[in-house]
């Protein structure tokens, strides 16, 4: 335990010590800034025109400028931006021990390899979480100072569920960013699965598949299709979970067995 929390010391340090975390903080912070914005040109379309905030052909099919639509619009936001945002911050935590060349001397001090791992994850898991509730938080205070209608406490209830759900099956599917972070020694491999995930989850749901492939979960969650009881099954999660502990898994089998001398 003491190894463990010496090494959650470290990584949290390193995050701290960073731009990244405000950089992804700033990031994230775009979905509910602009879902703010489509409220106010949903709420009068005319004036948003003559403000010059939209063209004046511009076709606007986004739905009406309530609590509703605007909830949705984040839920949708934290599981597909997620998706990218989240790798950015796994991909950080995992590929700068290689990009930075210290990989040697981390793994030289005298605590256990699966100590820094779970250590690196936690970092990861505390840091995502942080920016969705950031994100929800800004989110209720935009929608607030826009003035939409449609308030009542069994929509901030579900909306709490869609949007933290949302968040939290696709943190629950980073292990495999980390992996590709540790076999790809740096940062490419672990972008171009994240990229490569994003795609394929929107060709599954498109396919009638998303319910089957983890990584289109999330979004389903947020109601991008339609409400999620429809859409998804007990197997969605299983297979979410199974995919994570999988994730986990082979992370930590790499650096507890790979040649790091390289």
């Known amino acids: 335990m003491n190894a463990y929390l ?6 949290s340090l390193k995050a701290f010590r960073s731009k990244v975390p405000v950089l992804t903080m700033l990031g994230f912070f775009i979905a509910p800034l602009i879902g703010g914005l489509f409220m106010v040109i949903l709420k009068d379309p005319e004036a948003a025109k003559s403000m010059g905030l939209i063209g004046t052909k511009a076709q606007l099919t986004a739905g009406v400028a309530d609590w509703p639509t605007f909830f949705n619009l984040l839920a949708q936001a934290t599981a597909i931006g997620g998706a990218i945002i989240f790798a950015i911050v796994t991909t950080w935590v995992f590929g700068r021990e290689f990009s930075d060349h210290t990989v040697k001397e981390l793994l030289s001090l005298p ?20 920016l969705t509730l950031l994100s929800y938080g800004l989110g209720l205070i935009v929608g607030n100072a826009v003035v939409i209608p449609g308030w009542s406490s069994e929509l901030l209830r579900s909306a709490t569920i869609d949007i933290l759900g949302a968040g939290i099956l696709t943190i629950m599917l980073l292990p495999f960013v980390a992996f590709l972070a540790s076999i790809g020694r740096g940062f490419m491999a672990a972008f171009g699965w994240a990229i490569f995930t994003v795609a394929i989850a929107q060709i599954a749901v498109v396919m009638g598949w998303g319910s089957w492939l983890p990584w289109s979960v999330p979004a389903l969650f947020s ?32 650096w507890r067995n790979a040649d790091q001398t390289k």
């Open 6 to 11: 010496a090494a959650l010391q470290t990584e």
């Open 111 to 130: 605590t256990s390899r699966e100590a820094i791992i779970a250590a690196k994850f936690t970092v990861i898991v505390l840091w995502t979480l942080t």
């Open 223 to 254: 109601g991008a299709v339609g409400p999620r009881a429809e859409v998804l099954g007990m197997h969605s999660y299983i297979i979410v979970a199974l995919s994570s502990a999988i994730g986990f898994f082979i992370t930590f089998y790499w």
